[in-house]
């Protein structure tokens, strides 16, 4: 097969879907990939490297979309929508619940697209999404902290407190492996934290993981209300796979907050839990100020850490690239139950059952396409 490697362009996305060592893996398997030069900087591989393990390098993403498999981090943004076409086999992080019009062009191009986030076990894990939730899951204690500074407009407030000074307090919605990591590292810096999730089992696993250095409350309107009012960082970690995500918490709640607080969409992927979000930010421009209440909405955060997350990334995609490369498509998704859920379009069928219900759109089995 031939497998195409793109340079990501979305904003500092630094991250890079195969390293050197998996262009190594599918060249022993006499597959050819293409690398666009420079795809690898960012991460810390130098085009050499990979023209070192087998890859060749192409200087355009034209020579790239023209391969058989685009193996990507983020979706296309609009300005690569015309390279989507019938021939194309797409693997990446679509999150196409909240996104119509990526959707409509997968659709209307015949692109056939496999989501890294909707790859289910059986035991319902998300394999391809987990080591980015715990990358996210960490930074967005660190984001916070720094948003919560006087200088980028926060209230001025360390969350470790100090002696004889108030800590500060963390309240983190949803606690699947996102929320279970921002609370590893918001425990570590000696925060207030308090975990809300509606799965009582899930909370009984946090306070056996934490003890008594977290409250865990059960998730609703009543509850959130509450704990947001008094919180210095909120962190939004919410997940139900492959669909919208629900409008948690409401404008009035995040109006009760104190100014210069931090409220924190790490599910803004999937759209978000925070009704006063109206728009993804960038690395760029990972703020704006709302109600006097600092809104951070990056939708690539492991994006900041490339070195660490393409490793993390590739570790666990690349079984899946090599099955798909050794088998091909439908071999594959025959193969593997996981990968099938994965797949959200078909030759212009929209096949993932989430997304549809999420858009309201025709959802077509695809055991009945192939
Ligand atoms: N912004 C970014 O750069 C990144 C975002 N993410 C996103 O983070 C989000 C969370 O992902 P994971 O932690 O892997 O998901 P997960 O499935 O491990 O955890 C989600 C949790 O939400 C809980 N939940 C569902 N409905 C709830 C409700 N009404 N109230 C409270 N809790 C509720 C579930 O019980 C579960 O424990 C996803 O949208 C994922 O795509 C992940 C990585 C990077
Ligand atoms: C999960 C995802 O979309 C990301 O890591 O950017």
Redesign the pocket.
């Known amino acids: 097969m031939i497998i195409g490697i793109p340079k990501e362009i979305k904003n500092h996305e630094n991250r890079v879907s195969l390293t050197p060592d998996g262009v190594k893996q599918l060249i022993s398997f006499n597959h050819l990939v293409l690398v666009e030069t420079l795809a690898g900087v960012g991460s810390g591989f130098l085009d050499t490297d990979y023209l070192d393990a087998g890859a060749t390098l192409v200087q355009t993403p034209e020579e790239i979309w023209s391969a058989e498999i685009v193996i990507k981090v983020k979706e296309p943004l609009t300005s690569e929508y015309h390279f989507l076409n019938d021939h194309l086999i797409l693997f990446t992080y679509l ?1 196409l619940a909240p996104n119509p019009q990526l959707t409509k062009a997968l659709l209307d191009s015949g692109t056939t697209s496999l989501a890294y ?1 909707t790859i289910q076990l059986n035991n319902k894990n ?1 394999p391809l ?2 080591p ?2 715990e ?3 960490r930074l967005s204690v660190q984001t916070g902290a720094h948003f919560l500074e006087e200088k980028p407009g926060g209230k001025g407030l360390l969350l470790s407190g100090v002696p004889g000074v108030a800590k500060g307090s963390i309240v983190i ?8 990591n921002a609370a590893q590292i918001a425990v570590g810096i000696g925060a207030n934290v308090t975990i ?4 009582p089992q ?1 909370l009984a696993q946090l306070e056996n993981q934490f003890g008594t250095k977290i409250q865990t409350l059960i ?1 609703t309107p009543q509850n959130i209300s509450k704990v947001v009012a008094t919180a210095d960082l909120v962190i939004g ?5 492959g669909q919208t ?2 409008k ?1 918490v409401t404008t009035d709640m995040v109006k009760n907050m104190t100014v210069g607080s931090v409220i924190i ?6 759209g978000g839990i925070f009704e006063s979000i109206d728009h993804t930010t960038t690395h760029d421009e990972p703020v704006y100020i709302k109600y006097g209440v600092q809104h951070y909405a ?6 900041a850490v490339p070195k660490t997350a393409t490793n993390a990334l590739a570790n666990v995609t690349l079984p899946y690239i090599l099955q798909l490369a050794n088998l091909g498509l439908n071999a594959s998704l025959h193969a593997n139950e996981a990968l099938l859920k994965g797949l959200n379009t078909y030759q212009h069928h929209l096949t993932n059952l989430d997304v549809a219900t999420s858009q309201g759109h025709d959802y077509v089995d695809p055991l009945t396409l192939f």
């Open positions: 999150h986030e998300l999404l987990i980015m939730s990358i996210a899951g919605i949803g606690g699947g492996t996102a929320g279970a809300l999730d509606i799965n899930r998730s970690c919410v997940l139900i796979p995500a629900p948690l969409d790490v599910a803004i992927d999937q990056v939708a690539n955060m492991p994006g």
